[in-house]
């Protein structure tokens, strides 16, 4: 009883089956005839030249009338009619109200706009998915009309075809079909096939004129490509088949280039080639054409629906306009190209190496780094098209301040420093050792900014007095020395500002007094005072110093002396062989000297004055 059921049950699957391809096969007949009276025309009466516009849908699949508009333009080169390209007409159609629905009240403007006699309106009306079994087919409908200047109706008929595709095979030809399904992204693998062989259906059927009708032709069926949605270049291999009669000569043609390629038969009627793109082939939007050619020199052709091809071996030209803004956290950069839908390719170039720090379609990129101050960077900006084509590196160096305002600051590039200095002044490491062998003053309200590194060398009468802003940063130690041992400095460096002095990371070796502090609250720390021929810091008048993490060692007189109402708080900081005194004090106010390590030790015979220690 169970197998009886089991068999009546896979008898009406085949009954369901067949009834459904029997109503199928009822639509895809003969088209149903709408044809007006000027169907009837002469068919010397019938235009020469005609615009396909895009077809108007009412179902629910939005890949449908682009998708056929594509397949009947190709197929509609075997009619000998004269074409405006489906790119050119899309291109003029922007300009124009894109809300407005076309009809043939248009026809005038339109085939004015487009330079044709007549005009093509599609319509897909129906657009199924019906399940046969475990098999699903698509039933597509469309109607066609023709349409003369005027707005006449020429010839009208409705059309409709079903797919019999099924489940794809891993044959030659059903690999190269499923990379244009894939390129062209459709939703449903057997659009294409059935809007290739309905778009070869309406072709076969639009009327047209007897001069224009040959004998009959190698049939093809299909005629199609790879590279839909791609820039080919240099290089690449532009996969092509045609499908249709077998036994024939096969090739193709691409548009504007003045060659023709021959496709090799691997399977009944089925004809492929990979064609190697050469370097000297550039154009956009080109049209791929398929032929077969027949024992007596009979040419049958078609264009390829699967999309226009686009060959580009021109490098695109580099970025321009760049703007950097960097900091000691962040990289910025901003810059313009000519070349549209880029990418471009940011690397950081060190000692040869590069490092690829982004891809991006922006003209903009930002980065957090962890980049050191005064770091110098170079970056390189690539220009990618969309076929892969690399511009020459743009390359661009910058270094990384601390401060915003030393980007914008003067840079002493001569070694002997001028008397004056004023504004903001940036004397950098590489532009050094800088001599100074004058009194040099950096005036009040300016800025000097000296990068890690720099050496600064004093003759016998040279000075540096601020009375502006100075600003040390750390790392690498800045170094003052004398520009030869026999040659001291009375004093070095002269502090006579209440603007920011803040000195940081710096050695100064054999001067006469280092550090004379007449004014202002300087913050000194890391440094190292060694071998001063007197005192290694001088603070007097009513100025107040922080010395922190210091190392002074070698003074012949006193590390520190302090003078009349001034005050220095020290710590963290290591005292060595100051002879005779590690600090002298006659300031009226106690010193801070508390955790510090003192060589000899800290006592009344090394520390003069009122010294907590």
């Known amino acids: 009883m169970k197998i009886m059921n089991k068999r009546l049950l896979e008898s009406s699957s085949v009954l369901i089956t067949v009834l459904i391809f029997s109503i199928l096969s009822g639509c895809s007949g003969t088209p149903k005839s709408e044809m007006s009276e000027q169907n009837n025309l002469e068919a010397a009466k019938l235009p020469n030249s005609i615009a396909i516009l895009p077809f108007t849908n009412t179902t629910d699949q939005e890949n449908a009338p682009q998708m056929l508009r594509k397949t009947l333009f190709g197929h509609l080169a075997t009619t000998n009619y004269q074409f405006a390209h489906l790119q050119q007409i899309d291109n003029q159609l922007a300009l124009i109200d894109p809300n407005q629905v076309l009809s043939k009240q248009d026809a005038a403007m339109l085939t004015d706009l487009f330079n044709v006699d007549a005009l093509i309106f599609g319509e897909v009306i129906s657009y199924q998915t019906i399940y046969a079994g475990l098999v699903a087919h698509i039933n597509f409908e469309v109607k066609v009309s023709l349409v003369s200047k005027t707005g006449q109706l020429i010839w009208s008929d409705q059309f409709s075809q079903i797919s019999t595709e099924g489940s794809i095979a891993t044959t030659p030809w059903s690999l190269l079909y499923g990379m244009v399904v894939t390129a062209m992204h459709l939703d ?31 049939f093809i069926e299909s005629v199609i490509h790879g590279a839909h949605g791609r820039f080919l270049r240099y290089g690449d291999k532009l996969n092509v ?98 070349e549209p839908e880029a990418s471009y390719q940011i690397y950081q170039v060190k000692n040869s190496e590069y490092k690829l720090l982004a891809v991006t379609e922006q003209n903009q990129f930002k980065l957090r780094h962890n980049w050191q101050a005064f770091e110098d960077v170079d970056i390189e900006i690539i220009v990618v098209d969309k076929a892969n084509n690399k511009s020459k590196a743009k390359r661009f160096s910058n270094t990384i301040y601390p401060l915003a305002a030393i980007s914008d600051a003067t840079q002493i590039k001569q070694p002997r420093l001028p008397a004056k200095l004023d504004g903001q002044i940036f004397l950098k490491k590489r532009f050094g050792p800088y001599f100074v062998d004058q009194s040099v003053v950096l005036a009040p309200g300016s800025n000097l900014y000296i990068e890690p590194g720099t050496v600064i060398e004093f003759a ?37 500002s209440s603007e920011h002095i803040q000195l940081q990371g710096f050695q100064i070796i054999g001067s006469g007094i280092a550090i004379d502090v007449i004014k202002g609250k300087p913050l000194i720390s890391d440094c190292l005072l060694e071998n001063s021929q007197y005192s290694a810091l001088v603070v007097s008048n009513t100025s107040s110093v922080t010395l922190d993490n210091c190392i002074i060692s070698g003074s012949n007189t006193s590390a520190l002396v302090v003078k009349d109402q001034s005050r220095i708080k020290v710590t963290n900081s290591k005292f060595r062989n100051n002879i005779p005194f590690h600090i002298q004090s006659s300031s009226i106010y106690s010193i801070e000297a508390q955790s510090n390590q003192w060589s000899p030790e800290a006592s009344p015979m090394s520390i003069l004055g009122n010294v907590r220690y």
Do not use: C, H
Not at 196 to 206: E, H, N, P, T, V
Not at 466 to 482: A, D, H, K, N, W
């Open 188 to 218: 449903d693998e057997n659009l294409f096939a059935v809007a290739d062989k309905l778009g070869r259906k309406i072709a076969d059927s639009i009327p047209q004129p007897k001069g224009f009708k040959g004998p009959s032709l190698s």
């Open 241 to 338: 088949g045609i499908k249709g009669q077998p036994n024939k000569n096969a090739s193709v043609s691409i548009e504007g280039i003045n060659e023709v390629f021959k496709l090799i038969e691997v399977e009944p009627g089925v004809y492929l080639a990979d064609i190697d793109i050469a370097n000297s082939w550039n154009g956009k939007d080109l049209l791929l054409t398929g032929y077969l050619t027949n024992s007596l020199g009979q040419v049958s052709k078609a264009i390829s629906p699967a999309g226009l091809i686009n060959i580009d071996n021109f490098a695109p030209k580099t970025v321009e306009k760049i703007t950097v803004r960097i900091n000691t956290q962040t990289l910025y950069l901003e810059w313009q190209t000519s």
């Open 460 to 496: 016998n009468q040279g000075n540096v007095e601020i009375m502006g802003s100075l600003y040390l940063f750390g790392q690498e130690p800045v170094l003052f020395r004398p520009i030869s041992q026999g040659l001291t400095a009375q004093t070095f460096l002269t502090l006579n």
